[in-house]
């Protein structure tokens, strides 16, 4: 979205692994005569290749390789702003430590954090919060064990402020690969992006 030819690119990395960058699309909004807005479905996402791909086809590196690939396709040599939300937080740093030469700004939407046990620490307030707002009638005290998408709009209020922002959404904003998300999860294991901070040179904003 935008001018091919602007001078600033913004990539946005949506989250998951496995959703798409469709929940992301009104920041296509920011799209100007000088500012190209870019928006790509992650591997085995969206409108991604879903065939069968093995668990190292989703091993850090070959996420970084698909962005290096979709940043040189709309910006060439240029450096490019890179928002990350949520696991697309992650695939942000990890290219920012890989290629710290492309990447003119960082910024962090509900990012996952840069070390395993910060993540843990995380899932586990976001497991209290769904269960307070369980308590209070907000989400179902049953949840769907089969069907991840079921699950995750179940679970969305946990992730807001106030619960009631949420009436209106469309109930199609989501799409996920479920298979996405243990595959790569697996591949990556235990990281600790802290030590590999001192690669990071762009300016960030979280």
Request: a negative charge; glycine letters at 8%; charged letters at 20%.
């Amino acid at each position: 979205a935008g001018n091919p030819e602007a001078n600033e690119v913004l990539i946005t990395l949506h989250g998951g692994p496995g959703l798409s960058h469709r929940y992301l699309r009104d920041l296509e909004q920011l799209a100007t005569s000088d500012l190209l807005v870019v928006s790509y479905d992650q591997r085995a996402s969206g409108l991604s290749s879903r065939s069968a791909q093995p668990e190292n086809d989703f091993a850090p590196s070959t996420y970084v390789q698909d962005l290096d690939a979709v940043r040189q396709a709309v910006a060439g040599q240029k450096r490019v702003h890179l928002l990350g939300h949520s696991w697309g937080g992650y695939v942000a740093m990890v290219y920012a430590i890989t290629h710290p030469e492309y990447v003119g700004s960082l910024l962090f939407v509900d990012s996952v954090p840069p070390t395993t046990a910060d993540f843990q620490a995380g899932m586990q307030r976001c497991q209290q919060r769904v269960q307070e707002l369980q308590q209070k009638g907000i989400i179902a005290k049953e949840l769907s064990t089969t069907d991840k998408l079921e699950y995750l709009q179940q679970i969305i209020p946990a992730y807001v402020y106030s619960p009631e922002m949420l009436s209106g959404l469309p109930g199609n904003t989501f799409e996920i690969n479920p298979e996405a998300e243990p595959k790569t999860w697996n591949a990556i294991g235990n990281y600790d992006l802290i030590r590999r901070k001192s690669l990071l040179s762009p300016p960030s904003l979280a």
